[in-house]
């Protein structure tokens, strides 16, 4: 067993490559931004755009951004977490640590795993028109499995809410070809069409864009991969609520960092804490949001 921590540049940010085996993985400090997962010699797990741009200041598509103290459109999200913000109607979507550096937190290497973790102090950095304190922990273990949780810490004297999600980019063979298992019966909020509550019927394939809020599913979800011959396993504690997302052809063609033929490649599945099932801390408490993947042959 042998594992590895590196620094490096890529682009123009500053990462790490972590090794355990045959498995590798690239994170930034730009938003403890995972970038890259996979095997040696093999197919991405994790998927990065080839028009991905490195640059600091920038949000990267692909890979495992990380979402909060908001998931997607402020507005969209329930009135306590729009109240955190002073200034609602000009917040992006998906909060404001994606793309800014966090804190190196630690490293760690051992016969079993490779391990590095970042933290986002807000008393330290202050996020513009957030005027809250609050402690992010975002935390990799590469080892026979891809183990990552964020723990968001409540270092204020008020209440704090959010919503977040760990906004996981998946390469896949074809999308065409692809499906979600575990899903069945759940209910979704179809975003697409009025955000009506609808009822997943069986496995879930594609064959439009998608973009569905799904309630209460399981803890492990499965993307079944026939062209690549292969099960990407997902098992998350700490999250209520999964994104499923592909954007297919015209939102494609509209989405920045993004080939007009990616979407026949990627697939996102986004372990959030959304809508109902938002967070709101008391004073010194710890939320987690744990996520591990592996895979099938
Ligand atoms: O998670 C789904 C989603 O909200 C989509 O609607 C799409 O906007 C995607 O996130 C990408 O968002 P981004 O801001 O990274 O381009």
Same mark, same amino acid.
């Given at each position: ?11 123009s ?30 197919r ?45 109607q000009q ?5 404001l ?6 804190? $190196?937190?630690?490293?760690?290497q051992?016969? @079993?795993?490779?391990?590095?973790s +970042? /933290?986002y102090? !807000?008393?330290?950095?202050? &996020? ?15 080892g026979?499995?891809l183990?990552?949780?964020l ?8 209440p704090?809410s ?5 906004h ?5 063979s074809?999308?065409h070809?692809?499906?979600v ?10 975003? $697409?069409?009025?955000?009506q509550?609808?009822? @997943?019927?069986?496995?879930?394939? +594609? /064959?439009?864009? !998608?973009?569905?809020?799904y &309630?209460h ?23 209520q609520?999964?994104v ?17 033929a ?8 986004e372990?959030a ?14 939320? @987690? ?9």
């Open positions: 067993m042998t594992s590895g921590v590196e620094r490096i540049k890529q682009g940010l500053d990462c790490w490559s972590l090794r355990f085996n045959n498995s590798k993985l690239l994170i930034a400090q730009q938003g403890a931004q995972i970038l890259g997962y996979g095997h040696e010699g093999g991405p797990i994790i998927w990065l755009s080839e028009e991905a741009r490195l640059e600091p200041g920038n949000s990267v598509r692909g890979g495992v951004p990380v979402c909060w103290p908001w998931f997607g459109d402020l507005q969209r999200n329930p009135q306590s977490i729009q109240a955190m913000h002073q200034q609602p917040a992006s979507a998906h909060g640590v994606r793309s800014i550096d966090w804190s $190196l937190a630690g490293i760690e051992h016969e @079993q795993a490779a391990c590095i +970042f /933290s102090n !807000t008393l330290e950095q202050p &996020l513009a028109h957030w005027p809250h304190a609050a402690e992010l922990r975002l935390s990799v273990r590469l026979e499995r183990s990552i949780s723990a968001c810490r409540n270092l204020g004297e008020q704090l959010f919503s977040q999600a760990l996981t980019y998946f390469a896949v074809d999308i070809t692809v499906g298992e575990g899903l069945e019966g759940c209910d979704y909020i179809e975003t $697409l069409d009025n955000w509550t609808l009822t @997943q019927s069986g496995t879930l394939h +594609f /064959s439009g864009e !998608t973009d569905r809020i &309630l599913p399981p803890a492990k979800l499965q993307i079944c991969d026939p062209g690549w011959q292969r099960t990407i396993n997902l098992l998350n504690r700490g999250s609520s999964a499923v997302w592909n954007p297919w052809i015209d939102k494609a063609r509209r989405l920045s960092q993004f080939n007009d990616a979407w026949q490649r990627m697939l996102c599945i372990h804490n959304v809508l109902e099932d938002m967070v709101t801390l008391a004073p010194a408490s710890e939320h @987690q949001l744990h996520l591990d993947i592996w895979v099938d042959k």
